[in-house]
């Protein structure tokens, strides 16, 4: 079937490009294949040109000195034009379609030329395998069968290359999901620790007020025992399940009153007394995921709580959405953080070293799986904070 050339649609990048191939430098596999196909053809210049848009990057090469040339001005070209499995020009100064080029009237003196296109499987011209003479001369047909054979062996090569970039990807991609995944178990068991005490304190309280009996307190502490254990359990089960198949963060989505979620979540956090936490006004149904979502705000509404240093705090939630993305800002009046840190504190492992409300530091877990989760849901976030003021963060998600 008819070769094509490597250009895309846009005509801007290349198949090419996929083999990270597009560099001018030495590489011995590449290189011993050029000084093998020089001394079979018996010439003192051997070359592999991979075609870039518009112009024909020299890649690697033997007994020559030439660079990089334009496009158009290159002979190479036409043996990736005219669909031939071989473009021989026994002398380039006889021939019309190159008598006039640079290279045929210039000190290089080229007047040999056979050039074997390098194809890949699905029928994309990458570049070519050429061999130069400064003197004009006849391959034998046993030459060019070797040539074709070492073209083969060129396009094979990069073929491997790809499959090993490919795979260094997936690598690269598994790695990361490994590491947030162990970023988000550590954060998750931290917060856990939240409804564990809910269950730990109610238990106890229960304990004590069954020794009075009639008391129609029991009732209630009851029933906030088994509604934390529910959600508890609930967690953990969404938290197995997302550490087997991670990309079920995007896929398992529910739709959700945001206001009834964001109870759940509160239920889920030690708020102190002093405390007020106001959620965004009206009715919002979102379609999300809910483990997700638990956890970010979760972390946001902890740290909030945790760093405020006001006689009455308060958290602001706000949220609106439009055609493409949910927006959620959560604004508190804490301690702050100074510009510098902005950037920093989505960091893994990094803290500002400052103790909380309750004497305690950080663990530089929390908002660096925050910005993974938000990331992992196409989505954004950003902090604006005054010291001494109070923080907002912002965050965009994709529906």
């Given at each position: 079937?008819?070769?094509k050339?490597?250009?895309?649609?846009?005509?801007?990048s290349?198949?090419a490009?996929?083999?990270n191939?597009?560099?001018?430098?030495e590489?011995?596999d590449f290189?011993d294949?050029?000084?093998?196909?020089?001394a079979?053809?018996q010439?003192p210049?051997?070359?592999?040109?991979l075609i870039?848009?518009?112009?024909?990057?020299l890649?690697?090469?033997t007994?020559?000195?030439?660079t990089?040339r334009?496009?158009?001005n290159?002979?190479?070209?036409?043996s990736?034009?005219?669909?031939?499995?071989?473009?021989?020009?026994?002398?380039?100064?006889?021939?019309?379609?190159?008598?006039?080029?640079p290279?045929?009237?210039g000190?290089?003196?080229i007047?040999?030329?056979?050039g074997?296109p390098?194809i890949?499987d699905?029928?994309?011209v990458l570049?070519?395998?050429?061999v130069?003479?400064?003197?004009s001369?006849?391959l034998?047909l046993?030459q060019i069968?070797?040539?074709?054979?070492?073209?083969?062996?060129?396009?094979?090569k990069?073929e491997?290359?790809?499959k090993?970039?490919?795979?260094?990807?997936?690598i690269?991609?598994?790695?990361d999901?490994?590491?947030?995944?162990?970023?988000?178990?550590?954060?998750?068991?931290?917060d856990?620790?939240?409804?564990?005490?809910?269950i730990?304190l109610s238990?106890q309280?229960?304990?004590?007020?069954l020794e009075?009996?009639?008391d129609e307190r029991?009732?209630?502490?009851?029933?906030?025992?088994?509604?934390s254990?529910q959600?508890l359990?609930?967690?953990?089960?969404?938290?197995?399940?997302y550490?087997k198949?991670?990309?079920?963060l995007?896929?398992k989505?529910?739709d959700i009153?945001?206001?009834?979620?964001?109870?759940?979540?509160?239920?889920m956090v030690?708020?102190?007394d002093?405390f007020e936490?106001r959620?965004?006004?009206?009715l919002?149904?979102l379609?999300v995921?809910?483990?997700?979502?638990?956890?970010?705000?979760i972390n946001?509404?902890?740290?909030?709580?945790?760093?405020?240093?006001?006689?009455?705090?308060?958290v602001?939630?706000?949220?609106?959405?439009?055609?493409?993305?949910?927006?959620?800002?959560?604004?508190d009046?804490?301690?702050?953080?100074?510009?510098?840190?902005?950037?920093?504190?989505?960091?893994?492992?990094?803290?500002l070293?400052?103790?909380?409300r309750?004497?305690?530091?950080?663990?530089?877990?929390g908002l660096?799986?925050v910005?993974?989760?938000?990331k992992a849901?196409?989505g954004?976030?950003?902090v604006?904070?005054?010291p001494?003021r109070?923080t907002?963060?912002f965050?965009?998600?994709?529906k």
């Amino acid at each position: 079937m008819p070769s094509k050339l490597s250009l895309n649609e846009d005509g801007k990048s290349t198949v090419a490009d996929s083999y990270n191939i597009l560099v001018t430098g030495e590489e011995k596999d590449f290189n011993d294949l050029t000084v093998l196909a020089s001394a079979i053809c018996q010439t003192p210049i051997a070359l592999i040109n991979l075609i870039d848009e518009k112009n024909n990057d020299l890649h690697t090469q033997t007994g020559t000195t030439i660079t990089k040339r334009d496009f158009e001005n290159s002979f190479a070209v036409h043996s990736l034009l005219n669909n031939q499995d071989i473009t021989v020009v026994e002398d380039l100064t006889q021939d019309e379609r190159f008598d006039n080029k640079p290279f045929v009237l210039g000190k290089e003196e080229i007047t040999f030329y056979a050039g074997v296109p390098l194809i890949n499987d699905e029928g994309y011209v990458l570049g070519s395998l050429c061999v130069i003479d400064s003197q004009s001369k006849t391959l034998t047909l046993k030459q060019i069968d070797a040539l074709k054979i070492i073209a083969r062996q060129i396009v094979d090569k990069l073929e491997l290359r790809k499959k090993a970039i490919v795979s260094a990807e997936t690598i690269r991609e598994l790695r990361d999901s490994n590491l947030f995944m162990q970023k988000f178990a550590a954060m998750a068991a931290h917060d856990i620790k939240n409804p564990l005490s809910s269950i730990l304190l109610s238990a106890q309280s229960l304990k004590s007020r069954l020794e009075k009996l009639n008391d129609e307190r029991c009732g209630k502490l009851v029933d906030l025992n088994i509604s934390s254990t529910q959600r508890l359990m609930g967690l953990l089960g969404d938290m197995l399940e997302y550490s087997k198949k991670p990309a079920l963060l995007l896929a398992k989505k529910e739709d959700i009153d945001l206001t009834e979620l964001l109870r759940i979540i509160i239920s889920m956090v030690n708020t102190p007394d002093n405390f007020e936490i106001r959620l965004p006004e009206g009715l919002h149904s979102l379609n999300v995921s809910i483990v997700a979502i638990q956890q970010i705000f979760i972390n946001l509404l902890t740290n909030a709580i945790r760093y405020n240093d006001k006689d009455r705090g308060v958290v602001t939630i706000t949220f609106r959405q439009d055609d493409q993305n949910y927006y959620f800002e959560v604004a508190d009046n804490g301690i702050g953080i100074a510009e510098a840190y902005h950037e920093k504190i989505f960091n893994n492992s990094f803290t500002l070293k400052i103790t909380d409300r309750y004497e305690q530091k950080g663990s530089g877990i929390g908002l660096s799986t925050v910005k993974e989760l938000v990331k992992a849901l196409n989505g954004k976030i950003s902090v604006s904070s005054v010291p001494g003021r109070g923080t907002t963060f912002f965050i965009s998600i994709s529906k």
